[in-house]
């Protein structure tokens, strides 16, 4: 009998030992460490998914003549001074390794918008095919989808401001670009389909069509960046009267092909090209951009519809184009900015025959005249955040005698002063 | 009074000197810049903490401000020269040592000796099994650093001609998981730096000449430049922080420096 207890009581003993040694073996001092670091390293992975970034422009423009300039908006009537917040933007997005999603507000002193809403789904195969859905950049050209907060120049080129306002379009978008690994990575294909009026949801039945080839390749001694593109614009402007008006011999007159319901072309073709260089000097960037095609709009001006517009429509065949330099000064943080851009809104026009009257026929008009801008500027960057921006633009435009207001150059030029904060 | 006043200096030293300047990028570098910053800290002249992560994520740091050099195993990239300048940084670039890149496989591997273009094949997914090397029949495992790693670019640069691993090649994030991988599979094919290579592993000789001569990875071959698979080691640093980097980069770069360079398994920069 005592034997049968003591054996019961051995067996208690062992059975009470046993968890616990084996507890202390799973639970060692590096068994412990190894295990918080995975959750911790779990936590780190789940929240770099995770990115808010932003920025703020703030920034001073002086014209040299009052209620008459142009710079990322028209100047108010009566002033030659203005302080404004350019860009205040906020974006959100959230990233895996196939899908990503993106928020993008606009907040200024004039209100709080929507710059960006979309997501991308990519294929789970090779990474290569992606889709796009929502409000994002037009992929027409260099300087639509370039970042604001990037831009060199306080605004983009006149003909960039006034075909693609607000950059950002309604739509769907393919991109066949290679993953990172992959050594087709320099070509990226993209193609969609979209609404054509800008953010603002207005829907026509003709959707307008965006394309874009290009590439974008380094030296292998990292020298030498450079990246060519070739884009396509393809849609139309919804006629809702019985008037569209065709150039005849430098004046308006009524095409009788069009009428209400109909679509009148809105078509360009574009080529871009970037190339950056590492010199003694320190880095060289030139960029250029060229644009020609068909743009329907209003009488007064050549800028693309934000809605479907509600009035006669005038058709112009137009041409615009850039080239920038920016050189950084090696060893500083500064920055040398030179652009050149023009924007001819009526290619079959010019000089004199702009404000030609006819009876039964209608002139053209402001909306017809070509600006061209040459920029000097400089940059200081005081820090991966803070950069400052002084800014020269000297305006020339188109005369004509028969346009009244236009008969020299108009005093337009404008000096920015901005600082900016990026996070 | 004086016992107080030696105290108070002290601490004020202290204070002063307990700011470390911080090292961040390259895994391949991690032994040598530990070993360098360890002999340095001893001889009390600063303080360095080092941290890996691949020369990808010691670039961003740089351009972020979160370290003062960031250590790489290959040279920085156009995008990351423009991202610098955009940020207002300038840098300055230094060759610390070279490296010689070993190509190692399971000690039991059959396989001593590779050419450039068996190594394409291998680790392109081309050529799949070890018997059509002359090995065993044995399916070939093949190991790779992530994308951020300089050692990654410099492999398929050099060795791959800029074609793309085979998309079965396992990535990891770490030289050191390499060799353990590589050490535990029977068919695994991985790539270190020479100072990783240990009795765990086996390094291969390689021909860059399709065969005609096969050359071991050592500090000698690497110095004669008879082995083909070697590159430079690089600290980048801001210019703003040059006199507070200097003083480690000097010894880095001095007999001293280089000696521990040798010890370490790296190359130095002259005998």
Redesign the interface.
């Known amino acids: 009998m005592k034997k049968i207890f003591k054996l019961i009581a051995i067996a208690l003993l062992v059975m009470t030992i046993k968890p616990a040694l084996a507890q202390e073996v799973e639970g060692t001092p590096t068994d412990t460490l190894g295990a918080a670091i995975n959750k911790l390293q779990s936590a780190i992975e789940l929240m770099q998914r995770f990115k808010i970034t932003g920025y703020l422009q703030a920034q001073s423009q002086f014209s040299d003549s009052i209620g008459n300039a142009f710079a990322g908006g028209a100047f108010p009537a009566g002033t030659d001074k203005r302080f404004k917040v350019r860009r205040g933007r906020l974006k959100f997005a959230y990233n895996t390794l196939l899908t990503t999603f993106v928020a993008q507000f606009d907040v200024t002193e004039s209100g709080f918008g929507t710059k960006d809403m979309y997501l991308v789904v990519r294929d789970p195969w090779t990474q290569t095919v992606s889709l796009t859905g929502g409000v994002f950049n037009r992929p027409f050209g260099y300087e639509v989808a370039y970042s604001s907060s990037q831009l060199e120049s306080p605004e983009r080129a006149r003909f960039t401001q006034a075909l693609f306002p607000g950059e950002e379009d309604l739509g769907w978008m393919v991109t066949i670009q290679g993953a990172k690994t992959s050594t087709w990575n320099w070509l990226r294909i993209q193609g969609g389909y979209f609404e054509g009026n800008g953010i603002n949801p207005a829907s026509k039945k003709m959707k307008d069509f965006i394309g874009q080839i290009s590439i974008n390749k380094a030296s292998m001694d990292e020298k030498i960046k450079y990246g060519i593109g070739a884009s396509y614009y393809d849609g139309g402007v919804l006629e809702t009267t019985a008037n569209t008006y065709v150039l005849n011999n430098g004046i308006y007159s009524k095409d009788a092909s069009q009428a209400a319901g109909k679509f009148a072309k809105r078509q360009y073709v574009g080529i871009d090209a970037q190339f950056s260089a590492e010199s003694g000097l320190g880095l060289t960037t030139i960029r250029g951009e060229y644009l020609n095609g068909k743009q329907p709009s209003v009488a007064g001006s050549a800028n693309s519809f934000t809605a479907n517009p509600t009035g006669d429509l005038y058709l112009r065949n137009i041409m615009g184009a850039y080239a920038i330099l920016i050189q950084s000064i090696k060893g500083t943080k500064d920055q040398i900015v030179l652009k050149y851009d023009v924007f001819d809104p009526n290619t079959k026009v010019s000089g004199d025959q702009i404000g030609l009257k006819a009876t039964g026929f209608n002139a053209t008009t402001a909306g017809d005249i070509k600006y061209s801008t040459i920029g000097i500027g400089w940059i200081y960057a005081y820090d991966a955040n803070v950069k400052l921006t002084a800014y020269y633009d000297i305006v020339k435009n188109e005369k004509s005698k028969n346009l009244a207001g236009y008969g020299s150059d108009l005093k337009d030029n404008v000096f920015t002063l901005r600082l900016q904060y990026k996070f | 009074m004086k016992k107080t006043l030696l105290l108070m200096i002290s601490l004020v030293v202290l204070a002063g000197g307990s700011y470390a300047q911080k090292l961040k990028g390259s895994d391949t570098m991690l032994p040598l810049s530990q070993k360098e910053a360890e002999t340095f800290m001893k001889e009390g002249r600063g303080n360095v903490t080092v941290t890996g992560g691949g020369s990808g994520v010691g670039f961003t740091a740089l ?3 979160t370290t003062e050099i960031a250590q790489a195993s290959r ?5 990351e ?2 991202k610098l ?6 840098y300055k670039e230094v060759i610390a040592a070279y490296d010689a890149l070993a190509m190692v496989v399971n000690p039991s591997n059959s396989i001593n000796e590779l050419t450039r273009e068996q190594l394409e094949g291998i680790y392109t997914g081309k050529i799949k099994n070890w018997k059509e090397v002359g090995g065993a029949n044995l399916q070939i495992v093949v190991y790779t650093r992530e ?1 951020s790693s300089g050692t990654y670019e410099f492999v398929k ?1 050099s060795v791959l001609k ?4 085979a998309s079965s090649a396992l990535s990891m994030p770490a030289t050191g998981a390499i060799i353990q991988s590589v050490s535990q599979t029977k068919g695994a094919i991985g790539y270190v730096g020479l100072a990783y290579v240990n009795k765990e592993v086996k390094a291969l000789k390689v021909s860059y000449d399709k065969g005609k001569n096969f050359i071991a990875p050592s500090i000698a071959t690497a110095m004669n430049k008879t082995y083909p698979i070697t590159r430079p080691l690089y600290y980048y640093y801001n ?1 703003k922080v040059t006199k507070k980097v200097m003083p480690y980069i000097n010894y880095v770069l001095s007999p001293e420096g280089q000696q521990i360079v040798l010890k370490v398994g790296y190359v130095p920069l002259s005998k």
Do not use: P, R, V, Y
Not at chain 2, 75 to 79: E, F, L, R, T
Not at chain 2, 85 to 90: D, F, L, R
Not at chain 2, 162 to 165: P, R, S, T, V
């Open positions: 351009i972020d401000g040279a920085i990239k156009m995008d020269k423009l300048t955009e940020a207002g940084i300038s994308t640069t800029n074609k793309n691993f210019t």
